[in-house]
């Protein structure tokens, strides 16, 4: 039977398992497991893993449309105009995105302090919005955002298809 795991992963850590410091190695002591997909060094949240290719292959690829959904804090007050523009789907160089699923929330009450915090600039204010993709181009929430006028500071995944990050504490995990 496949091993299947779901990791929090904390913000900087390298979504690997080679390197001298901050990989998934000092988070999972499983072998053979490997990420399904990325999550950039500068994102947090649920990576899942496995050791079936096939499975990890069924999960990953676009062409099976499996949704990510992301929780995202931008810099400014983002307007349902640019909400709108991220649903239709936003040109990026590599080509245009599928439309997206989002929705303006508040910053939510269950969320962790990061470490380190992002960086605050007095006279510019940020907002929260709930992303959900089933594409996976290199960075493509950040790239998004940024193409409408809105960087990502902080970005956390909270969903991959049916599993969920719940409430696993960054850094720790659970066998699915």
Known sequence: MAKLIALNKPFGVICQFSGDKNTLSDYID?????????????????????????????????????????????????????????????HLKDGNTKPAVVAIIPKPDWLWERTPPIR??????????????????????????????????????TRIDKWSLGNLSPGSYITL
Do not use: C
Not at 127 to 145: A, C, D, F, L
């Open 30 to 90: 499983i072998p053979k497991v490997y990420p399904v997909g990325r999550l950039d060094k500068d994102s947090e949240g649920l990576v899942i893993l496995t050791d079936d290719g096939r499975l990890q292959n069924s999960i990953a690829h676009p062409k099976y449309n499996k949704i990510k959904t992301y929780i995202v804090q931008v810099e400014g007050e983002i307007d349902e105009t640019a909400s709108i523009l991220l649903q239709k789907g936003v």
């Open 120 to 157: 605050i600039r007095k006279n510019i204010p940020t907002s929260w919005i709930q992303i959900s993709i089933s594409e996976g181009k290199n960075r493509q929430v950040r790239r998004m955002t940024a193409n409408i006028g809105f960087p990502t500071l902080r970005l956390i995944r």
